[in-house]
């Protein structure tokens, strides 16, 4: 499967070329942050309740099953067998909320395999690219360490000073 994980950053061009990379190389799935729009009552689409975390299935396999979209930050979808997680935690969010959104997230995933998790976090690791792990990065690093996952990471943050 092909995946692509982008923060649109509700930005309507960035939308746009996103859907024209995804056509071109015959992408999957797209796990998507700060959607500029998504699609209402539509099959290939699942967001939490904000809006503001989005899996499109918009290739050859189709969802399955949604299993969270209720939460605030993530939404949940297995396609293709495996489990996907899309995630937003807007950088306003002080840490007992990101915390919160953490617990359920991972509470949700737990037992949950294969499993892909994504999304901007607005954390800082070193291991990502980060100069510096923050709190929310020791948070999130902390919360994987519960799953059998592997940091699949490839870019590197750029707004941490």
Request: proline share 3%.
């Amino acid at each position: 499967m092909e995946i692509v994980q982008a923060n649109i950053n509700h930005c309507e061009s960035a939308q746009d070329l996103l859907w024209q990379a995804i056509a071109e190389e015959q992408g999957d799935d797209a796990l998507i942050s700060e959607p500029y729009r998504t699609p209402r009552d539509n099959s290939c689409c699942v967001t939490d309740w904000t809006g503001l975390a989005a899996i499109w299935a918009v290739g050859r396999f189709p969802i399955q099953k949604v299993v969270s979209h209720d939460s605030e930050g993530f939404t949940i979808a297995i396609v293709n067998g495996v489990y996907f997680s899309s995630c937003y935690a807007s950088p306003s969010w002080e840490l007992e909320r990101f915390n919160t959104m953490l617990d359920n997230l991972f509470d949700d995933l737990l037992g949950c395999n294969p499993v892909v998790v994504a999304g901007d976090f607005n954390a800082w690791v070193v291991e990502w690219g980060s100069r510096s792990t923050n709190s929310r990065g020791e948070a999130v690093l902390e919360s994987l360490s519960q799953l059998n996952v592997v940091l699949g990471n490839v870019a590197q943050c750029c707004h941490d000073t």
